[in-house]
């Protein structure tokens, strides 16, 4: 074993004590998929010992072998000493039931327009049935595409980013849910290399940190491509293109949702002729905000 305290640990139990004690010491930062030492310390030894991440209790007094115990030191050792997250020791991020592949090149999924798609969405686009195309620029690992593909089953989507290697684990995931006739995948600065074409959703999770929050975000956040969260002064940046060009690329009765985090006063402030409609979802009650066409170009 790589230091003498491991050999004292034997079962899952003593494991998982010593890892929420450990992560408290080291005082880690959460927000990657939990939001605790407990529920982190679970997922990753559950993940190292290849066991299902839904039955924790089954297996607390099950006695590990000497190379599981490697494994789960190993693991461990990188989440603590090197504070790389937990998705990118594992790699695999969720949004609700769906998994997708992650890893260094691409931001941790954990946007909350997730939470709306569809049902948070319908009194504003109707049925599901009627979104016909959709666009999901800064696509990254290509979750929300794929999430906008199994929500609106009769909508071509076009996913978009800057990033050739956001766009190669973007595909890997495509691929694995077999959508690849149905998300097409795009390199593009935004609407930049698009054909036009009328959307009837376009949705963004871009970069939004402000520039003195990049300065001091948590070391977690630092393994994650700075390009896909730093927004400028204001976290506005790419926000006041997708706002400008988007009417251009939207059906008459189209509809653009981006989400800003924190940033609502931000957002505000930067467009302040916007009728925004803001949307809640757990945790974000504020971190939405939801535009018809028509309402953008009067907004002008």
Same mark, same amino acid.
């Given at each position: 074993?790589?230091?003498?305290?491991?050999?004292?640990?034997?079962?899952?139990?003593?494991?998982?004590?010593?890892?929420?004690?450990? /992560?408290?010491?080291?005082?880690?930062? /959460?927000?990657?998929?939990?939001?605790?030492?407990?529920?982190?310390?679970?997922? %990753?030894?559950?993940?190292?010992?290849? %066991?299902?991440?839904?039955?924790? !209790?089954? /297996?607390?007094?099950?006695?590990?072998?000497?190379?599981?115990?490697?494994?789960?030191?190993?693991?461990?050792?990188?989440?603590? !000493?090197?504070?790389?997250?937990?998705?990118?020791?594992?790699?695999?991020?969720?949004?609700?039931?769906?998994?997708?592949?992650?890893?260094?090149?691409?931001?941790?999924?954990? &946007?909350?327009?997730?939470?709306?798609?569809?049902?948070?969405?319908?009194?504003?686009?109707?049925?599901?049935?009627?979104?016909?195309?959709?666009?999901?620029?800064?696509?990254? &690992?290509?979750?929300?595409?794929?999430?906008?593909?199994?929500?609106?089953?009769?909508?071509?989507?076009?996913? *978009?980013?800057?990033?050739?290697?956001?766009?190669? *684990?973007?595909?890997?995931?495509?691929?694995?849910?077999?959508?690849?006739?149905?998300?097409?995948? *795009?390199? &593009?600065?935004?609407?930049?290399?698009?054909?036009?074409?009328?959307?009837?959703?376009?949705?963004?999770?871009?970069?939004? *940190?402000?520039?003195?929050?990049?300065?001091?975000?948590?070391? !977690?956040?630092?393994?994650?491509?700075?390009?896909? =969260?730093?927004?400028?002064?204001?976290?506005?940046?790419?926000?006041?293109?997708?706002?400008?060009?988007?009417?251009?690329?939207?059906?008459?009765?189209?509809?653009?949702?981006?989400?800003?985090?924190?940033?609502?006063?931000?957002?505000?402030?930067?467009?302040?002729? %916007?009728?925004?409609?803001?949307?809640?979802?757990?945790?974000?009650?504020?971190?939405?905000? =939801?535009?018809?066409? !028509?309402?953008?170009?009067?907004?002008?």
């Amino acid at each position: 074993m790589s230091s003498s305290p491991h050999n004292e640990l034997v079962t899952l139990r003593d494991w998982l004590r010593w890892a929420v004690s450990r /992560f408290a010491e080291a005082r880690l930062t /959460f927000g990657h998929g939990t939001t605790n030492a407990y529920d982190e310390a679970c997922y %990753l030894l559950l993940h190292a010992l290849h %066991l299902p991440l839904d039955q924790l !209790e089954p /297996f607390l007094d099950a006695r590990l072998t000497n190379a599981e115990r490697q494994a789960v030191a190993d693991m461990l050792a990188r989440r603590i !000493e090197q504070r790389v997250p937990a998705a990118y020791l594992t790699h695999e991020a969720w949004l609700g039931e769906f998994r997708f592949y992650v890893d260094e090149r691409v931001i941790i999924p954990r &946007s909350h327009i997730s939470e709306v798609l569809p049902d948070g969405l319908e009194p504003f686009l109707g049925d599901a049935a009627n979104v016909r195309e959709a666009l999901d620029l800064c696509t990254g &690992s290509g979750c929300l595409a794929i999430l906008l593909a199994h929500a609106y089953p009769n909508a071509d989507v076009d996913a *978009v980013d800057i990033s050739a290697d956001a766009l190669a *684990v973007a595909q890997r995931n495509v691929s694995e849910y077999g959508l690849a006739d149905r998300v097409n995948l *795009v390199r &593009s600065d935004l609407f930049a290399n698009l054909p036009d074409k009328n959307y009837d959703l376009i949705i963004s999770n871009p970069p939004y *940190v402000l520039a003195t929050a990049m300065a001091s975000l948590p070391h !977690e956040y630092r393994h994650e491509p700075a390009i896909s =969260l730093a927004g400028g002064d204001d976290g506005m940046d790419l926000v006041r293109t997708i706002v400008r060009e988007a009417p251009r690329f939207l059906a008459p009765n189209g509809v653009l949702v981006v989400e800003v985090g924190h940033n609502r006063m931000q957002a505000e402030a930067a467009f302040p002729r %916007l009728p925004f409609t803001w949307l809640a979802a757990p945790g974000a009650e504020e971190g939405m905000f =939801l535009l018809r066409r !028509e309402e953008l170009v009067a907004g002008r």
